[in-house]
Nanobody, 123 residues
Framework: QVQLVESGGGLVQAGGSLRLSCAAS????????MAWFRQAPGKEREFVAA????????VYADSVKGRFTISRDNAKNTVYLQMNSLKPEDTAVYYC????????????????WGQGTQVTVSS
């Protein structure tokens, strides 16, 4: 089992940048594919990005491709989401998720979730 704690959210102007972090407990972090999802008010949770166990493979939602970068540091049990060129439509609660299965884009593939961190982008 793994516990996840996100940090790094906040208020930023359009065009700005933020880096989210997700710290995982336990000694088997490298056994989990990791992902970021987000949920805006009144909308369903949506996939943002995912990264494989070693970090060698990544996948992104079309809406963030070229602006967001997911990475991980297995020595620090942490996954990151670097968000650049932020837009007001990126405003949401961002969730970190972990899966013992191969990386995927569907929320039901991920068994473990953090509590979320709010990202607000002003226009």
């Amino acid at each position: 089992q793994v516990q996840l704690v996100e940090s790094g959210g906040g208020l930023v102007q359009a065009g700005g940048s933020l880096r989210l972090s997700c710290a995982a407990s336990g000694r088997t972090f490298s056994s989990y594919a990791m992902a970021w999802f987000r949920q805006a008010p009144g909308k369903e949770r949506e996939f943002v990005a995912a990264i494989s166990l070693s970090g060698g493979s990544t996948v992104y939602a079309d809406s963030v491709k070229g602006r967001f970068t997911i990475s991980r540091d297995n020595a620090k049990n942490t996954v990151y989401l670097q968000m650049n060129s932020l837009k007001p439509e990126d405003t949401a609660v961002y969730y970190c998720a972990a899966s013992l299965r191969r990386l995927g884009v569907k929320s039901d593939q991920y068994a473990y979730w953090g509590q979320g961190t709010q990202v607000t982008v002003s226009s």
